[in-house]
């Protein structure tokens, strides 16, 4: 009489365990691809982290962007993996005397990086300072339009991505998505983002973008020439961050990152720290040089400098 | 005791050296060191030659406006008048806000081959070396400029490089960098909706 329930309650246990069991297979079956999912699209789901990605693993992935990208904006798209260059840690300097806050360099960028349109994003963002306060961020204003610039009494601040050599944001990535090259430079895995935005959390100067929707890009002004790195084309969901414009500076010879090109005042100085006759290291032994909230040791390579 | 002994030994040595080089006297320098003692040495070379004098900066050609260059094809047959006056007919529209009351055309501009500038010095020098002539004044600027501190700098940062004239971004008749319009600023969040499009434009 009592062995009957107890039967039945091992059935039902029996039969919880196994509804658990599939509803773990179905929802785990839901997070994979549709059945009739493309070839590439299998293979961005199991690619493993950039940095875990031998030779040939790598030419297969790159080779699929490619592919992915020129379909898409219709045009020849290279994706390159250029590794750092031996011996050179990136370094960048902006003269806060020079400055006019003519946003230039910020839509150089975006045009340069395939940043999205709309939603808009600027990995650059100029703030406006009174000279009599001086650098007293509380004091910054980013939307200021007038006719002219610059207006009487402020001086401009850019901020871009810092390349910190103690980078706070890589530390809080949970899945290691994130982290910094030899040259310095701090990189994104976009394929491995997870979207999170811890990272973005932990930055102390703004310097990461979130992708929330599809980015907006037209075909004729997307740039082609990208690097896995840096400015290819972004999925939906993942973080994203100014690189020096790795595509460009990897290169051999290495060409300026393209806010520095565009600079119509000659503010903006890009260079190689570990070169002692660079103009990095010159501005930074003869110039009075500061960098962004230094007392969060994040140790910027971006160095502020007034060179009168 | 010991002191003693250092100071008249240092000494001993000093007058040593100065009656040595007393034949050329221009080579030796004397001086009390920190204890007193009279050190007299052999001249070092405190001014050098510049590493890069006459080193060339690669730069694109000089800004001139339409037409005006090459300015010997209307002054080789004008007799040049070296008054200090205000110029009528010829060159008006120029309007100098450059130290105006402390000099005139002919403090840059060459006397007898206008297509050259003048150093203070005398020496003649093609527009493509200005910067020379504005380092005259602007020394610290030149420095900087040389090592791609001061100014605009293209090429590449591991290769050639490009550099601009002076006169690429200032009027050399009129110095200061004219103001520009600013591109347009950020989109205001509180201006975007769910999909990140612009709804109103607001007050940007």
Request: hydrophobic content about 30%.
């Amino acid at each position: 009489m009592s062995n009957k329930p107890q039967c039945d309650n091992h059935a039902f246990q029996k039969s919880r365990r196994k509804v658990l069991k599939g509803l773990a297979v179905g929802v785990g079956v839901l997070a994979l691809p549709a059945p009739n999912a493309s070839a590439s699209v299998w293979e961005a789901f199991f690619q493993k982290n950039f940095r875990e990605l031998d030779r040939n693993e790598l030419q297969k992935v790159l080779a699929r962007l490619e592919s992915e990208y020129s379909k898409e904006y219709g045009k020849q798209v290279t994706v390159k993996a250029t590794l750092p260059i031996e011996g050179v840690k990136y370094g960048y300097g902006l003269d806060l005397s020079r400055c006019i806050g003519c946003r230039r360099c910020v839509y150089a960028c975006v045009e340069e990086n395939n940043q999205s349109r709309e939603p808009q994003i600027h990995w650059i963002r100029v703030l406006r300072l009174d000279k009599e306060k001086g650098v007293a961020l509380e004091y910054a204003e980013h939307y200021y339009n007038p006719a002219e610039v610059p207006e009487e009494g402020h001086f401009y601040m850019p901020v871009q991505c810092q390349q910190c050599e103690n980078p706070p944001c890589t530390k809080v990535c949970p899945v290691q998505a994130t982290w910094q090259e030899n040259d310095g430079i701090v990189v994104v895995d976009y394929n491995w983002c997870i979207g999170c935005r811890y990272c973005m959390a932990a930055c102390p100067y703004g310097a990461r973008h979130f992708n929330w929707s599809k980015s907006k890009l037209p075909k004729e002004e997307m740039n082609p020439e990208t690097h896995y790195l840096g400015n290819r084309p972004r999925p939906t969901g993942v973080v994203e961050k100014c690189t020096f414009c790795i595509q460009r500076t990897r290169e051999q010879p290495g060409r300026y990152p393209a806010c520095q090109e565009i600079c119509p005042v000659g503010a903006r100085k890009f260079g190689n720290l570990l070169d002692p006759k660079g103009e990095m290291r010159y501005l930074i032994e003869n110039k009075r040089v500061f960098i962004l909230k230094e007392d969060l040791n994040t140790q910027p390579k971006f160095f502020y400098f007034y060179a009168t | 005791m010991k002191i003693h002994v250092w100071r008249s030994l240092s000494l001993a040595i000093g007058v040593l050296v100065f009656s040595a080089t007393l034949a050329s006297a221009a080579q030796v320098e004397k001086f009390f060191d920190r204890h007193g003692n009279l050190v007299v040495q052999e001249k070092v070379e405190r001014y050098k030659r510049r590493a890069d004098e006459g080193t060339v900066f690669p730069v694109p050609p000089p800004p001139f406006s339409e037409g005006i260059f090459p300015c010997s094809d209307c002054h080789a047959d004008m007799e040049p008048n070296p008054q200090r006056r205000d110029l009528v007919e010829m060159h008006d529209d120029i309007v100098l806000e450059h130290a105006e009351g402390q000099r005139w055309c002919l403090d840059c501009h060459n006397l007898n081959d206008r297509d050259k500038l003048r150093l203070v010095s005398g020496e003649e020098i093609p527009f493509t070396e200005s910067y020379r002539l504005c380092g005259q004044c602007h020394g610290d600027k030149l420095r900087d400029w040389k090592v791609g501190i001061h100014g605009k700098r293209t090429g590449y940062w591991n290769g050639e490089k490009q550099y601009l004239l002076c006169a690429h971004c200032h009027n050399p008749h009129s110095p200061r960098f004219k103001s520009l319009q600013p591109l347009p600023p950020p989109v205001r969040p509180e201006n975007l909706n769910r999909q990140g499009v612009v709804e109103a434009s607001g007050h940007n």
